[in-house]
């Protein structure tokens, strides 16, 4: 049994602690916002908070985490209500919105240390999420967006 | 090109191809309070909610949004009251175009757009029949406005939801002609952006993928897929992996093996050390490397005269007769879709039937391939048709849905069979790789008399389609074939020749299919005419087009870059491309690229794009544009880094670590911009795509007057040009 932190929620999970802490979420949990892309941290589909920072649920054991505080997009701070989740519905950034959650989490913790990135910083902060719909000038100007409202 | 269509209750549209569509009552919308289905896509709740079916899933294109919207518009539905339904796997919402429920070659919008806007205003018709009678006035006299019905002469207004109330879809729905659908003047939605409804859930995890599909009982499984074509399971070392805590079968299928166990994470790491040995397959020997080599020869021997896919006037009599021939080659590599949800499906067989959860293009075939494998009628197949993440043609193909059907048969519980993106890379379904030489008649005076395009490749359509399909189009793959021709062009006399062979790969059409590597090889061709002639590339190319909407797009191109404005260390190139059938109309696209080229390193950077297109009537422009940007960025991440190659008839690549596609810091800022238009939308999404190779090898060009030739343009052949 594992103590968990997830989303402010304190849970215990029956997993082996070598099990990726992105099936814990999705499987054990059924936090199903967080995805699976590559598994070999190559994507950013599968981006959560952990301690506050971006990390890549795919690729971090959670044995690990154990009583460490997780922050899924289900945990995002006011839900449909969040300045990023607002900035991403007015701009209209998803297409087939696979990896766009992974997006939000990265862009998350860029705000929360420069709250007014220029594009290139931007663009250099989501290097490893990937989009195959290409919706990178659209983050950009998401996130730009939230910053402005924020 | 719509005019002159009819639609009766079981009609025919007419305009080129033979469509059929029919409207039946009873489909559709779940059973609710009100009107109940009006007819296949309509029906409205007593508080005024208009339910709306969407008759394709959702990829990420934005068509379940736009579809619907085109019914709302000949309903005049007040937008705000439209709910959105995915439909049922039915005849009632096949494409006219497939004859099927099928998302492919950009063609959902253009495809529904006449049975949708009939479907609309034969919904409306029934509501206006309603109030007709109950207020006793000819239903002439009635008209709409925004989800109201309207009698002007007496002042009497209706909203629809209280029409819901008694309004019922009568047994004989009424049937609608063209002359009964809105002029295009008129429209209030479309030609508006909309906000795209899916958007809000995708901004919060809370779309359901068939990845994130969960049933009580559910096993989950992965599939270790056979290298290439043919190749079976002759043995494997599953037996000592079941032993294992959560693995329940390790079962051979026909072209893979399946593990199967009750946690996702011991299915995986035991799929980690699944060992299968396969039988020499069709492509068991395939190396592209030397398939490459092969397609150059094929190529270069005029003795083999391949598959004539087009030929206009004698172009071997012109070609003979120039005074000049200007020739060059190409090459494209093999490319991976890398759609960002690798694929899943989830499959329950019971008693009763099968239910099926997948994110694919042809849920009809899927439906109808599941009644075959499991012996039972097709009514007995529900397939829930749930958003893609991703396809761009991938899911064209229905492997992984057949796959699951037979796991979830043998262990006789819900199912999600799911590729680990290892394997879902290695099962590839792949653009074919390209060779190409051009060649060009010139007379004395340096005009064009003759163009040859030979054209080496492997096939798509004998895999998509059946190899019956390939006979009966005589051997021509219009996929892979697709623009390798100057069809635009004035060009007097000219042929393509398809020299194909099979190499046991795995193929399936690829976002913008031929245009992708043909328009690479025809507008660098067009480029390097210009130099030679002394001209400006972009003036050319417009004195040498023969319709007026190409040249629109290219000289739109050109203003919005700025064409002529000189420009410290960058360089500007431009492309042509198109998408679409002659016969169902085509959209059109010239893309500018601005390319900085660093010589020592021998690397590219795209720093921006301009794009003119014209799509027709553009349904939702800003989503329409961001299609277009989509692909424009699928061409640069083609041209630049995207390469799958094969050895030993296996993929070399394993992951997004070793297949580079396009990142955030390499995408360069993009406009797009809307000309011509017209009464008809044209295919979009994938249009942009086959205008940017070329567009980025002719800046090249211009920087150094060296050509990049062979897509992708890595650094190792950037710095080969630029020294050779
Ligand atoms: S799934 Fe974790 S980075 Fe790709
Ligand atoms: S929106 Fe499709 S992968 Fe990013």
Redesign the pocket.
């Known amino acids: 049994m594992i103590p968990l932190n997830v989303n402010a929620r304190a849970v215990t999970v029956e997993a082996a602690p070598d099990t990726p802490l992105?099936w814990v979420l999705r499987e054990h949990l059924g936090l199903t916002g967080t995805?699976?892309?590559?598994?070999?941290?190559?994507?950013?589909?599968?981006?959560v908070h952990l301690d506050g920072e971006a990390v890549?649920?795919?690729?971090v054991p959670v044995g690990e985490v154990a009583g460490r505080p997780v922050t899924t997009i289900e945990g995002l701070p006011g839900g449909a209500e969040n300045p990023l989740v607002r900035a991403w519905v007015a701009v209209q950034t998803p297409q087939c919105g696979y990896c766009q959650t992974?997006q939000i989490m990265q862009a998350a913790t860029l705000l929360a240390r420069s709250p007014r990135p220029s594009r290139e910083e931007i663009l250099e902060h989501m290097q490893?999420n990937l989009c195959r719909c290409a919706t990178y000038n659209q983050v950009v100007d998401a996130i730009q967006h939230a910053a402005r409202e924020a | 090109m719509s005019t002159g269509t009819t639609l009766t209750r079981r009609g025919v549209l007419a305009g080129g191809l033979a469509f059929t569509f029919t409207f039946t009552a009873g489909e559709g919308a779940a059973a609710q309070p009100g009107t109940g289905p009006l007819n296949a896509y309509v029906a409205i709740a007593p508080d005024g909610t208009i339910t709306i079916q969407a008759p394709v899933p959702e990829m990420g294109q934005g068509t379940n949004t736009a579809l619907p919207l085109i019914v709302a518009e000949e309903l005049d539905a007040d937008w705000e009251k439209v709910r959105i339904e995915t439909a049922p796997v039915r005849a009632a919402y096949d494409s006219p175009i497939f004859r099927s429920q099928f998302v492919v070659a950009s063609l959902s919008v253009r495809g529904y757009w006449m049975p949708l806007r009939m479907a609309g205003a034969q919904a409306r018709r029934v509501l206006l029949d309603a109030v007709a009678a109950r207020w006793g006035v000819p239903v002439e006299q009635l008209s709409t406005e925004p989800s109201t019905v309207v009698h002007a002469a007496s002042g009497r207004r209706m909203s629809y939801g209280e029409v819901a109330g008694f309004a019922r879809a009568p047994a004989t729905l009424p049937e609608i002609t063209p002359a009964a659908l809105k002029p295009v003047s008129a429209f209030r939605l479309i030609g508006r952006d909309v906000a795209r409804f899916d958007v809000p859930a995708k901004a919060r995890g809370q779309t359901l993928f068939a990845m994130d599909v969960r049933l009580p009982g559910m096993l989950h499984a992965t599939v270790a897929r056979s290298p290439g074509l043919g190749a079976r399971p002759v043995s494997h070392n599953g037996a000592a992996l079941l032993g294992r805590p959560g693995i329940t079968h390790v079962l051979p299928l026909d072209q893979g093996v399946a593990i199967v166990g009750e946690r996702v994470e011991a299915v995986l790491a035991a799929r980690r050390e699944l060992s299968v040995q396969w039988s020499p397959g069709e492509g068991a020997a395939h190396d592209s490397e030397a398939a490459l080599t092969s397609y150059l020869e094929d190529v270069r021997d005029a003795t083999k005269p391949g598959v004539q896919v087009l030929r206009t006037s004698e172009p071997e009599q012109a070609l003979a007769g120039a005074a000049r021939v200007h020739s060059a080659e190409f090459t494209s590599d093999y490319v991976y879709h890398g759609q960002m949800e690798p694929l899943t499906c989830v499959a329950s067989v019971t008693e009763g039937g099968v239910e099926i959860w997948a994110g694919t293009q042809w849920p009809s075939l899927v439906r109808d391939e599941a009644a075959r494998i499991l012996g039972i009628p097709a009514e007995r197949v529900t397939v829930h048709m749930l958003t893609m993440g991703g396809g761009f043609g991938r899911r064209a193909a229905i492997d992984y849905a057949v796959e699951a059907v037979h796991v979830a048969r043998a262990v006789g519980r819900p199912v999600k069979v799911m590729a680990m993106?290892e394997d879902d890379m290695a099962n590839a379904h792949v653009r074919p790789m390209t060779a190409h030489r051009i060649e060009v008649g010139l007379d004395a005076a340096g005009r064009i008399t003759a163009w040859r395009h030979r054209l080496a490749s492997d096939l798509v359509v004998p895999q998509l389609y059946g190899r019956a399909r390939l006979e009966a189009q005589r051997g021509v793959d219009h996929i892979v074939t697709y623009h390798a021709n100057v069809a635009h062009y004035d060009v007097p006399a000219t042929v393509t020749q398809h020299l194909y062979r099979e190499h046991g790969v795995r193929t399936a059409p690829w976002r913008g299919i031929g245009a992708g590597p043909n328009a690479f090889a025809v507008e660098a061709v067009v480029d390097d005419l210009a130099r030679q002639a002394g001209t400006d590339p972009l003036a050319y190319r417009l004195a040498l087009l023969r319709d007026a909407r190409a040249r629109a797009v290219v000289e739109a191109a050109g203003a919005m870059a700025e064409w002529s404005r000189p420009r410290a260390g960058t360089h500007l190139g431009i492309g042509f491309s198109k998408l679409g059938l002659p016969q169902l109309g085509e959209a059109l696209a010239a893309t500018v690229a601005e390319v900085a080229v660093d010589r020592a390193a021998g690397t590219l950077r795209v720093l921006r794009l301009w794009c003119a297109a014209d799509v027709g009537l553009a349904v939702q422009p800003r989503n329409a544009m961001r299609q277009i940007e989509s692909s424009l960025l699928w061409g640069v991440s083609s041209a630049l880094t995207e390469r799958l190659t094969f050895r030993d008839g296996a993929v070399q690549q394993s992951n997004?670590t070793d297949y580079e596609m396009l990142r955030a810091p390499d995408t360069p800022e993009v406009q797009v911009r809307f000309v011509g238009g017209g009464e008809v939308p044209l295919p979009v999404a994938e249009l942009g795509l086959g205008t940017v190779a070329p567009a980025i090898s002719n800046a090249v060009m211009a920087a150094t007057g060296r050509r990049l030739a062979a897509i992708p343009f890595t650094q190792e052949r950037v710095r080969a040009a630029l020294a050779g």
Do not use: I, M, W
């Open positions: 992105l995805k699976y892309g590559c598994g070999v941290a190559a994507c950013g589909a599968c981006t890549r649920a795919c690729s992974g490893g | 993106r997004f």
